[in-house]
């Protein structure tokens, strides 16, 4: 069966630190990945997809960043945290009949 | 305007109550139809998923489509504490490399 694993599942960091959130996929190939971010009670913001290896779209002009090394790897990024990146990161796959599935998330708190 | 619309509540019911949430939409595209729980500080898992018009039933839980009328349902039938989260309706078309996400209504069942 397919797995989703994200970490660090909880991160609070300085303003102006870097940013590296990692989420793997296991059990299957070649899948549609997505970062989310998801404020205090508001929705889902799609932040990034990627269709594939080096294949990355972005949602929203920010200075985050996103990269996908290997085909079941997804990492988001930030050289300089701002406070306004505080929120909880959601990575997600893309299974059959479009389904999405997502990761426990990771809560960051920019301090 | 968004393409999902969603009540955010919060809604609250007695345990054992049947509970209706409801989403409404624009884009007549849509016809993958999910359902998500997400409880507090964990990331959104899937419920129920439909394709087109029409009514799937799962255990307590029953999702309707109704595409003439641009509406989806989810009803829960005796709720149970268990069921307190936030339910977040998502929709896209077919081959979308993007689900649309509503933002969510909270439900608390009281015991």
């Known amino acids: 069966s397919q797995t989703i694993h994200q970490w660090p599942a909880t991160l609070v960091q300085p303003v102006g630190s870097p940013l590296s959130l990692e989420c793997t996929v296991e059990?299957?190939?070649?899948?549609?990945l997505y970062w989310y971010r998801q404020a205090a009670g508001r929705g889902l913001q799609l932040l990034f997809y990627?269709?594939?290896?080096?294949?990355i779209s972005s949602e929203v002009p920010q200075n985050l960043s996103a990269s996908r090394p290997q085909d079941r790897q997804f990492i988001l990024s930030s050289k300089k945290l701002l406070l306004s990146d505080s929120g909880f990161y959601l990575c997600?796959?893309?299974?059959?009949?479009?389904?999405?599935?997502f990761g426990e998330g990771s809560w960051l708190t920019v301090v | 305007q968004k393409e999902v619309e969603q009540d955010p509540g919060p809604l609250s019911v007695p345990e054992g109550a049947i509970v209706s949430l409801n989403c409404t939409y624009s884009?007549?595209?849509?016809?993958?139809f999910m359902w998500y729980r997400q409880y507090s500080r964990k990331g959104p898992e899937l419920l129920m998923y439909?394709?087109?018009?029409g009514n799937k039933e799962d255990g307590r839980f029953t999702a309707q489509v109704d595409k003439s009328s641009k509406y989806i349902s989810l009803f829960i039938r005796d709720s149970q504490p268990s069921d307190s989260a936030t339910y977040l309706c998502?929709?896209?078309?077919?081959?979308?490399?993007?689900?649309?996400f509503g933002d969510g209504t909270t439900l608390t069942v009281k015991p």
């Open positions: 997600a796959w893309r299974g059959g009949g479009n389904t999405i599935y």
């Open positions: 059990g299957t190939s070649n899948p549609n």
């Open positions: 990627s269709v594939g290896i080096g294949q």
């Open positions: 884009n007549s595209a849509f016809q993958y």
């Open positions: 439909t394709y087109s018009s």
């Open positions: 998502a929709m896209n078309p077919p081959n979308a490399g993007k689900s649309t």
